[in-house]
């Protein structure tokens, strides 16, 4: 089955910041206006031609993407749960800076320390969660969309890849990619 990744449009936070959310709670920020630009315009890309369906992560500033594009392209769109973002703390409870946890997690290339200061999901983690979360649709499809975050997409491409607001990634996937 062909993927085609489409990490979310530019977002912004500023309306979670006034209402004082934290942590994850930052995950409630919308697309900005170039963001939503940025969604039409990869919603024309002949990339997507063919696709049978759009599977989204739950988190705003990727259903937002997500729903752009399918309204343009006229296509299904589900949610996957397990395509949400890398976990800065899997606990959902400390009380620390998580924004730190991410230079934690590429400082040990997404590798379990004991040393962690929060606790992050690791790479490999991350990989299972996202890559199972694809798992159902595989033979039941030719082509979908994935519309996710930047660090999902790196588990089907490479953990260092730096993918800009939606950027596309193109993977094939079958049964034998869960090996």
């Known amino acids: 089955m062909k993927v085609v990744l489409i990490r979310h449009g530019e977002p912004r936070y500023d309306e979670v910041a006034e209402r004082g959310y934290i942590g994850q709670g930052y995950d409630l920020g919308k697309l900005t206006e170039r963001g939503v630009m940025q969604a ?14 759009i599977v ?14 399918s309204r343009l392209r006229n296509l299904e769109l589900t949610i996957e749960n397990d395509l949400h973002e890398w976990m800065p703390d899997k606990t959902f409870r400390s009380k620390q800076d998580v924004s730190k946890a991410y230079d934690d997690f590429m400082n040990n290339e997404g590798k379990d320390t004991k040393k962690k200061i929060t606790d992050w999901e690791t790479y490999a983690e ?3 969660r996202t890559h199972e979360a694809l798992r159902p649709y595989i033979g039941k499809y030719n082509k979908i969309i994935v519309v996710c975050h930047g660090m999902v997409m790196t588990t089907f491409t ?6 800009e607001h939606c950027g596309i990634r193109e993977v094939e996937i079958d ?4 090996k």
């Open 126 to 128: 991350l990989k299972k």
């Open 56 to 69: 989204s992560s739950p988190y705003t500033r990727a259903l937002q993407t997500a729903a752009i594009i």
């Open 158 to 163: 490479h953990i260092f890849d730096m993918i």
């Open 175 to 178: 049964e034998s990619f869960f």
């Open 40 to 53: 039409i315009n990869v919603s024309s890309s002949f990339r997507l031609d063919d696709a049978e369906l």
